[in-house]
């Protein structure tokens, strides 16, 4: 079993094999009043591009924490078999604001990709590299695609459940859209909510029929 868990925005922790990978940590307080740096205690640390609101290694670093940072290709972190796809994160195709790095983790035979905060979907040969049973992907259309091209990148990458980030909740100071302007859009998908930011999931386990899985934010 792989432990999901969502500490808000963009950062995701995956947890097996007794081993953490925390991917994109954010600081709090720079996403607005209130908001709390992940309460994670990583063996591990993905880094997507070097923005405020993905970067914030110290807030949760340890000094045995291995930190990666945009990392291009195959490896492997512990338990964790990882490959890094650069992907443009406007829809010119990186003239506007760069690149980022989506990641694809497979662990104990479920396999994960953090599209980040790319601004359009992957292409076709981008795709069959990160292609995943879950995929983690942007929903509030500012700063990323489109939240109508989300939806068409999880299906691009062969995923049966998306777990959308990357949107506005109550207090957030970042000019991003809320949830459901994804889920307008999502005729054809099963919506599930949780109450818990964190799910125990196995790929014996996945949905038959494309499903969006809401995490509720960390209490």
């Known amino acids: 079993m792989v432990e999901l868990v969502w500490w808000g925005h ?3 922790e995956i947890k097996c094999c007794n081993k953490s990978l925390l991917i994109d940590p954010h600081d709090g307080g720079s996403l607005g009043p209130g908001f709390q740096p992940p309460r994670a205690k990583p063996d591990y640390i993905l880094v997507t591009h070097e923005h405020y609101d993905h970067n914030a290694v110290e ?3 340890r000094g045995s924490t291995i930190v990666v940072r945009e990392r291009v290709g195959e490896f492997e972190l512990g338990p964790f078999r990882i490959r890094g ?5 406007d829809e010119f195709e990186g003239k506007l604001r760069g690149f980022v790095v989506a990641y694809r983790v497979e662990v104990e035979g479920l396999s994960i990709t953090h599209l980040s905060d790319a601004g359009r979907p992957p292409r076709e040969d981008e795709s069959q590299l ?9 929903a509030g259309n500012v700063y990323t695609m489109h939240p109508r091209k989300a939806l068409e990148a999880a299906a691009e990458l062969g995923a049966r459940v998306l777990v959308p980030m990357h949107y506005w909740v109550p207090g957030m100071q970042l000019p991003l859209d809320p949830l459901e302007n994804l889920l307008r859009y999502a005729k054809k998908w099963r919506v599930v909510r949780y109450d818990s930011n964190q799910v125990m999931i196995s790929r014996d386990e996945l949905p038959d029929t494309r499903t969006i899985l809401i995490l509720s934010l960390p209490q």
């Open 10 to 12: 963009a950062c995701f």
């Open 59 to 61: 807030s949760v670093q």
């Open 85 to 89: 796809v650069k992907l443009p994160h």
């Open 130 to 138: 990160l292609r995943a049973d879950i995929a983690l992907a942007p």
